[in-house]
């Protein structure tokens, strides 16, 4: 989600990302289909902090341990985040 807007998880549709930041974000979050966002050349002067999702097969597969459980209370807190701005503008 970048913008109010959400794109798809096909390279060609992130390809838009980059006209979709004003320059001014301090964190961006996405949805796993924004995996390497950051390493985008696109993306080089941008000073945005890119917090994106695990993949979900990735994080079913998070160890029963103390540090596994912290990972799994960090992926939800970003979906909480996405989710807080994706339902006023309907995208569900």
Known sequence: ????KQLGFSDDELTPAG?????????????????????RSEMA?????????????KRRVLPDTADGRLEDLIE???AH???KVEHPFRVI
């Open 1 to 4: 989600m970048i913008g109010g």
């Open 19 to 39: 006209e979709l930041l004003h320059g001014d974000e301090d964190v961006v979050y996405g949805d796993a289909g924004y995996q390497g966002i950051a390493k």
């Open 45 to 57: 002067g941008t000073k945005a902090l890119f917090k994106v999702a695990m993949r979900p097969g």
């Open 76 to 78: 939800a807190a970003k």
């Open 81 to 83: 985040v996405r989710a």
